[in-house]
């Protein structure tokens, strides 16, 4: 970088093509809502057929082409923002060094010399010729010891000065070069694929990608005030309010993962967010999956004769002890992933609203962590929150996915003319089994408390400017209603209300042995239950210590209200036209009149 190039330079000009993406990413996002929520939704709820079913892949394509345009545009917008921020610092400091020499009667050349004028020191007789001085950048101890030598004894008092401005400006022109270099493969690496395909391999490059411009941009960044540390939904919403958009969209560009999981932002944000990390995430586990070699074959003749005639290979013995835990795991993700993509191509279904992914990480709390939302929780009336239990995992997501949508159906039809949100919120480590795991309360324990952060983070975006809320039922089921117990006894005693109802399905117990101690009241405390293998969990539940004093939200001293049942077992009250499922979505949908009790 030369003095005449930084000295023209015009940050803004980077600073304003940083813009043009950032509008590029916008608009790449809009056309993917539109594309998802209203085109293919549309054609999903109007017609069917083949050429309906082609129509729907090659839209279903486009979107991911939507999807990584608005990624990429993002990392490249941040990109030229830290490009420009660093080239700005530069500029700042040779624009300060000319005006020093300037207002010193020193001249600045074209190739950045410092010209000084004649002068005397005091004691000699006449003035010493001026002359023209280059400087050196780095700050080096020794050639800065050599600079206050040199000053020193030069007859030009002058000479000294014109050094350290000469000094400034190589410093800054060293700065401007470093910057370059930094930056040039950085932005040069952001160049996509001259094709149509939006490949795994082109999704782990965006990870890579974002990797190299989170380095490189950390000074800018480092000018965006973060998030407090350990902040309450409250404070995190009020962080990103007072973000500029352009600081928004480059946090989010670099930092995906974090804004996906922040409670109290819009859910909008967070979806966008977590999507972007669901496509990274899936592709490289993908290519993870791909370069396991292939599964040899399990027997082999057994040449050495007699009795078996077959044995297990050497080679799969081998290949086995390396490699099938892991496929294992990988196809876990991947089948959890596909049935989260296969729920946002559901869109339109029978007037199913779009899905917001509200979380998602394939390793949380060791089965993985996913939190969708069908509808906008910020702007629906009515929000139900519906928490899993014992064996449910990413691996296993879909059963919990069509229990949330069933919930979402049947509320939204006791209650068609207000909006009506559903969310599956597993985001705890949940038990793996019955015995001894689920007879433990520590799983709870932990899980209580997020999902009272949680529900709190719903209530800060939902907040509406006269401070209303969506009316919000939370919905535990097994294992998960003792989370939701411990989460209903969080927090402190100045926290908003984090819900309006509690509703209990085959509970082992909620930590609690009275439904007045929940927040709600007693009167907003509903539970279930069924024969079978339910009546073992909730009886297990008892004596277990799950409930306070061996009392379960079933019981009648419980105080809260019982509903009827026809749930044949203990996976039964979430069956499509179950008398089960309409009791509780009547609670969702605040149709209290319609929860048929015992």
């Known amino acids: 970088m030369d003095f005449a190039t930084l000295k023209a330079l015009k940050p803004s000009e980077f600073e304003d093509a940083a813009d043009a993406y950032r509008a590029t990413d916008e608009m790449a996002n809009a056309a993917k809502d539109t594309v998802d929520n209203q085109i293919s939704a549309g054609i999903r709820n109007q017609l069917a057929g083949a050429t309906a079913k082609a129509a729907l892949q090659e839209l279903a394509g486009l979107s991911k082409n939507f999807q990584y345009v608005q990624t990429e545009c993002g990392l490249v917008s941040t990109a030229l923002n830290g490009f420009a921020f660093d080239m700005a610092s530069a500029k700042r400091k040779l624009e300060a060094a000319i005006e020093d020499a300037q207002a010193d009667h020193c001249t600045v050349h074209a190739d950045g010399s410092v010209g000084f004028p004649a002068g005397r020191k005091p004691g000699e007789e006449k003035d010493a010729a001026g002359g023209t001085v280059t400087g050196s950048a780095g700050g080096n101890p020794t050639s800065d010891a050599l600079d206050r030598q040199a000053a020193s004894i030069h007859p030009n008092p002058h000479y000294g000065a014109a050094i350290g401005y000469a000094d400034r400006i190589a410093d800054a022109l060293q700065e401007a070069t470093d910057a370059d270099a930094k930056w040039a493969p950085k932005l040069r690496s952001l160049q996509a694929d001259d094709d149509l395909v939006v490949s795994d391999r082109d999704w782990t490059d965006v990870t890579s990608d974002r990797g190299g411009v989170l380095k490189a941009a950390d000074p800018y960044l480092d000018s965006i005030k973060g998030p407090p540390k350990e902040a309450t939904p409250e404070e995190n919403a009020e962080w990103w309010k007072n973000l500029t958009p352009e600081q928004r969209a480059d946090y989010l560009a670099v930092h995906p993962n974090a804004i996906g999981s922040m409670n109290g932002l819009p859910s909008d944000i967070r979806d966008d967010a977590n999507r972007m990390v669901l496509d990274e995430t899936t592709a490289k586990y993908q290519l993870d999956l791909n370069a396991i070699p292939k599964e040899p074959a399990k027997y082999t003749p057994n040449t050495s004769g007699g009795y078996p005639a077959v044995l297990i290979s050497p080679e799969w013995q081998r290949w086995h002890a390396t490699y099938a835990d892991k496929k294992a795991r990988i196809e876990g993700v991947l089948k959890g992933s596909e049935a989260i993509r296969d729920r946002f191509d559901r869109t339109g279904e029978g007037g199913l609203p779009e899905a917001y992914l509200l ?154 042995d009275r439904a007045a101690d ?81």
């Open 359 to 512: 979380g998602f990480d394939p390793t949380g709390l060791g089965d993985g962590k996913v939190i969708l939302a069908n509808g906008n929780p910020d702007t629906a009336d009515h929000v139900g929150v519906w928490v899993p239990g014992t064996k449910a995992s990413l691996e296993s997501v879909e059963g919990d996915l069509g229990r949330v949508e069933r919930l979402w159906a049947q509320s939204h039809r006791l209650n068609p003319d207000q909006n009506v949100s559903t969310v599956l919120w597993l985001d705890y480590n949940v038990p793996d089994n019955v015995f001894p795991q689920a007879t433990r309360g520590e799983y709870a324990a932990e899980g209580g408390p997020r999902l009272h952060d949680f529900l709190q983070g719903n209530g800060v975006a939902q907040q509406a400017d006269d401070g209303s809320r969506a009316h919000t039922t939370v919905v535990g089921h097994s294992y998960g209603s003792t989370v939701v117990g411990v989460s209903a006894q969080s927090g402190s005693w100045d926290d908003p209300q984090a819900a309006d109802d509690y509703v209990f399905a085959g509970s082992p117990g909620v930590q609690a």
């Open 518 to 598: 929940l927040g709600a009241g007693a009167d907003h405390v509903w539970a279930m239950g069924a024969p079978w293998d339910d009546q073992i969990v909730r009886q297990g539940g008892r004596f277990m210590g799950l409930g306070d004093n061996g009392i379960i939200p079933t019981d009648e001293s419980f105080g809260g209200k019982i509903m009827t049942s026809d749930a044949g077992g203990h996976t039964g009250f979430y069956d499509d036209n179950s008398l089960s499922l309409r009791n509780q979505a009547a609670v969702i949908a605040g149709k209290y009149d319609k929860v048929i009790l015992e």
